[in-house]
């Protein structure tokens, strides 16, 4: 973990690309409640775009603060770069658009998985309507 100032983090464009600016205003007032503390580091690439935390750094920077925690996150693809946005984002209350937007994300990725081989795996067969 490191520490970045908030206003050098963007917002990586798949992250915008799949949802809506959020509410800051009571994530804003909870760091203020922990003292201006972010429980929660932030997920960034190594060229400061925002893959877990777009409010988180938003509410930092609204509340003028100069430091954020960050975990810089190695990640290969642009997939696999979807899939950590998608799966940060699981207990977020979304819009029907979003929602749209995390189906229509996932499907890119498992249709370009198409004619990889299943039978060399011990996970569990899924098919891919049940992993959208």
Known sequence: ??????????????????YLPGETLSLEKSIERLGRVIKHPIDITPEGEILAGVRR??????????????????LSTIEEI????????????KTWAEV????????????????????????EKIDTRKQI
């Open 1 to 18: 973990m490191e520490f970045r100032n908030p206003k050098d983090l963007k917002p990586h464009e798949a992250h915008s690309r799949i």
């Open 57 to 74: 750094n938003q509410a930092a920077i609204n509340l003028d603060m100069t430091e954020v925690p960050v975990n810089v996150v190695n």
């Open 82 to 93: 979807v899939e950590h946005i998608i799966e940060d984002n699981l207990q977020r209350v």
């Open 100 to 123: 749209y937007n995390e189906i229509r994300e996932k499907r890119k990725i498992l249709g370009n998985r198409q004619g990889a081989r299943t039978d060399t795996t011990k996970k």
